[in-house]
């Protein structure tokens, strides 16, 4: 029959795991202290290698996406705030700024045109027409902006329709159908209800009520001028035709 440890035994049993309870502290405190250290001298070299190159950040949209990379690795956020070290080293916080008051302003513009929703590549070229070649900019820079335009509340934020990014600038809120046809529309700019029933397997009420809604929207245009008959529901923030043109 095995004998059961004494007090003693137990005394010593516990007083060695607080011994490695201990260690074990001491071990995870000594490299929490490593990786701070190691923190603190990346960002050290990060303020360097920006103040070295502040101009290729600026003036080069590849560079400047690079070294927001650079600087997430470390715990960085050159957009926390317009003020302080990386504003006044880059002014990089009110390039930004910046942006986002004139992606505002082109989303406002369009929105009769577009219902609101534009593509995020022609938000760039138009975007781009506003610049000079000294500051160039980039769809990583405009989902940059983009992102700091959320405190204007609901709006304003990027979706992913099949292939393509679409900027939402109204608090519109897109179903599962909604994009279902919006990425169908992709191919020709438009759709017809006919279309939808075929490519989708809908019926045709559940087909109508959703371009009904789109339409109501103002996220789709009608065209009845075909010789076909078929009305056209064109979609320009997916079409490449800002027009839609009828048969001749």
Known sequence: MRRRPGIGGLQTAAAARDQYR???????????????????????????FARKHKNDIRKNPAFRSQFHEMCAKVGVDPLASNKGFWAELLGIGDFYYELG????????????????????????????RRKSDREAISEDDCL??????????SGFEVISVGKKKLVRSVPTELNKDH?????????????????????????SGRAIDTLD????EGLAMI??????????????CVSSNSTP????
């Open 144 to 153: 940059r902006a983009i992102s700091k335009l959320k405190v204007l509340g």
């Open 213 to 216: 809604t789109l339409l109501d």
């Open 223 to 236: 065209d009845d001028g075909h010789r076909d008959g078929k009305r056209r529901y064109w979609f320009p």
């Open 101 to 128: 008051v004139q992606i505002v302003e082109i989303c406002l513009a369009t929105r009769p045109h577009n219902g609101g929703l534009i593509n995020l590549q022609e938000l760039c070229i138009l975007l781009r």
């Open 245 to 248: 043109v009828a048969d001749t």
């Open 22 to 48: 201990l260690v074990g502290e001491n071990v995870a405190k000594i490299r929490t202290d490593m990786m701070k250290e190691q923190l603190a001298t990346f960002r050290t070299q990060l303020e360097e």
């Open 179 to 203: 994009n279902e046809i919006l990425e169908l529309a992709q191919a020709q700019g438009f759709v017809t209800v006919e279309e939808v029933e075929r490519r989708l397997s809908w019926t």
